[in-house]
């Protein structure tokens, strides 16, 4: 009997062994997704900047700003889940984008920017609304796109 430590490497089990995980890794590499990202959810309570390095963000659950300040940097796509809502309480969005690099606020489903998420099927509604109560936002070149479920 030969154990796999017995085994030299040019045995076919060998070869088997080191070949198949080398094919897996091959075919996972060719699966689109964006090349980094950000997943939020749930609290800010500090001050938070949203980097382009950190685009896109993936708005997983709903999302509350209270009583701190979110800056989005020009250029970042923030891509929202089926029926979640911004939340934003005593707090500040600062979103001051360019017409050369607009923010996005569109749906997990929407591979037309940030790159492929969910099923590459937006629709209008997939995720509900941004809500404001005693806050303030200065919004320039910020895009909405398949919002409005309630």
């Known amino acids: ?15 088997r062994s080191r070949a198949v995980p080398w094919v897996f890794g091959f075919f996972l590499a060719l699966v689109p ?14 001050d938070t900047t949203w980097a382009l390095s950190d685009s896109p963000v993936l708005v997983t659950s709903n999302l509350t700003v209270n009583g701190a300040r979110l800056d989005i ?11 979640v ?10 979103a001051p984008a360019t017409a050369a690099q607009p923010i996005h606020f569109t749906s997990i ?3 037309s920017v940030g790159g492929a998420t969910g099923s590459g099927s937006p ?11 005693n806050s303030s936002a200065t919004l320039a070149n910020v895009h909405f796109r398949y919002g409005g479920n309630q």
């Open 1 to 15: 009997m030969t154990s796999i430590d017995d085994q030299s490497p040019s045995s076919s089990s060998h070869f």
């Open 33 to 46: 997704r964006p090349a980094s990202a950000l997943t939020v959810g749930g609290d800010i309570a500090t």
């Open 73 to 83: 940097a020009p250029g970042v796509i923030v891509k929202i889940s089926p029926n």
């Open 85 to 94: 809502n911004l939340f934003f309480s005593n707090a500040v969005l600062n």
């Open 109 to 111: 489903n929407d591979h």
């Open 123 to 133: 629709v209008p509604g997939d995720w509900a609304t941004v809500f404001f109560d």
